[in-house]
């Protein structure tokens, strides 16, 4: 699988990138950052792109990206998010007020929606395109659902944002595959009671998370808050842990 960081922060400025991750081309996690790192093209070759929840810094450019695809000849996006998730979506972002509601509006170029809704029971595993997504929820301070997606005989797993959870990785070391797992480091471990009330992990939790991973896979923490940038990547690398890793924006191929 080749993945694609878009955004691996928890901010942004003009050098960091909020979160955005693109598998094989065509597989999007989180949209904080899609529609501004690639071309209108490759836009168009995105078939479905999984929303962890509903916070800005994950969905920023959503809007944008499906604005783009009622303008392309492409076959429809489907946005995919666990039940409670993409009741958020639809009632605050694509209620016709901050946002058109795209799945009920025809593309003059294909003559078809856009977009489609796909709404996902947690830890039921589905089959789109091929690829098998499975939502699985986790710890934050509004709704929200991990993923699991396999393509083939890999697969990769994404927390999202979360502060320490349970059922993702009890999932995750039940399903064959898992070639890495990206989590996230939001705050330094000085930070530890806004990282908890915040619903995140810093280092020190993030090393209590890798405790309850039984693969011996990187794992990579996503989500830095640009100001502790440097702080987070030093005590992550400090963790003894072999598996602990920084998430950076480039591209993986595992
Ligand atoms: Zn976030
Ligand atoms: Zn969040």
């Known amino acids: 699988m080749r993945l694609k960081v878009l955004?691996?922060?928890?901010?942004?400025?003009?050098?960091?990138?909020?979160?955005?991750?693109?598998?094989?081309?065509?597989?999007?996690?989180?949209?904080?950052?899609?529609?501004?790192?690639?071309?209108f093209a490759q836009q168009g070759r995105i078939e479905a792109v999984f929303l962890t929840h509903a916070h800005?810094?994950?969905?920023?450019?959503?809007?944008?990206?499906?604005?783009?695809?009622?303008?392309?000849?492409?076959?429809?996006?489907?946005?995919i998010?666990?039940?409670?998730?993409?009741?958020?979506?639809?009632?605050?972002?694509?209620?016709?007020?901050?946002?058109?509601?795209?799945?009920?509006?025809?593309?003059?170029l294909t003559g078809r929606a856009a977009v489609q809704y796909r709404a996902l029971s947690p830890g039921k595993r589905v089959t789109i395109n091929g690829v098998?997504?499975?939502?699985?929820?986790?710890?934050?301070?509004?709704?929200?659902?991990?993923?699991?997606?396999?393509?083939?005989s890999q697969a990769i797993v994404f927390t999202g944002d979360t502060g320490p959870t349970q059922a993702i990785w009890k999932r995750t070391n039940k399903t064959d595959g898992i070639v890495a797992v990206i989590t996230e480091a939001s705050f330094p471990n000085d930070f530890q009671q806004v990282t908890d009330e915040s619903g995140h992990l810093s280092p020190q939790t993030f090393a209590g998370e890798l405790k309850k991973i039984d693969k011996d896979v990187p794992v990579y923490a996503s989500h830095r808050k640009i100001p502790f940038e440097k702080k987070i990547e030093s005590e992550i690398r400090n963790i003894r842990d072999r598996?602990?890793?920084?998430?950076?924006?480039?591209?993986y191929t595992f």
């Open 243 to 251: 598996r602990a890793r920084v998430l950076v924006e480039k591209q």
């Open 81 to 108: 998010a666990s039940i409670e998730v993409m009741e958020r979506l639809t009632s605050h972002v694509f209620n016709n007020e901050v946002w058109p509601d795209f799945e009920k509006l025809v593309s003059p």
């Open 132 to 152: 098998a997504i499975t939502a699985i929820p986790v710890h934050h301070l509004v709704p929200a659902a991990g993923a699991i997606i396999e393509i083939g």
């Open 56 to 79: 800005a810094d994950h969905t920023r450019d959503l809007p944008h990206l499906i604005h783009n695809r009622f303008n392309q000849n492409a076959p429809p996006l489907t946005i």
């Open 7 to 39: 955004g691996a922060y928890g901010a942004s400025d003009a050098t960091h990138n909020l979160t955005g991750y693109l598998i094989d081309d065509r597989i999007a996690v989180d949209a904080g950052t899609l529609t501004s790192k690639l071309t």
